[in-house]
């Protein structure tokens, strides 16, 4: 009876679900444990329109992560990694990412790689498997 039907466009992943589900049931994650998610239970139940600030999404396919900020997403390659340079896509406007709008917006494109760099920090070396 709590949970508002609808849809919403709050930005969450399905590790927040851990930290969700722990706060709708009384629980408590351990300390160290899923350090990435995030309690969203007041977007899960429509009493807030917002989750994560920002998401960093990985492909399995093969595909180059991405990288969401609000309705915002950003690729290294363009769309599908069909193309040189980065794709900048507005998903309020254009779910299938078809059109690459970082020319037009460079200072966003600059901006979401900047905090992208901020949240995973600098490249882990390959260790040598040899």
Do not use: I
């Amino acid at each position: 009876a709590k949970v508002k039907p609808g849809t919403s466009d709050a930005l969450m992943s399905q590790m927040d679900l851990l930290a969700s589900f722990a706060a709708l049931t009384d629980q408590r994650v351990p300390k160290g444990q899923a350090p990435d998610s995030e309690n969203h239970l007041e977007a899960l139940l429509g009493t807030k329109q917002t989750g994560r600030e920002f998401l960093v999404e990985q492909s399995n396919g093969g595909a180059p992560f991405g990288f969401r900020h609000g309705t915002w997403k950003l690729t290294p390659g363009g769309p599908k990694a069909k193309e040189a340079g980065p794709g900048l896509f507005d998903l309020a406007t254009d779910l299938g990412e078809a059109k690459n709008l970082a020319a037009a917006h460079p200072d966003r494109v600059a901006a979401m790689r900047a905090k992208l760099a901020e949240v995973t920090g600098p490249p882990v070396p390959k260790k040598d498997t040899k």
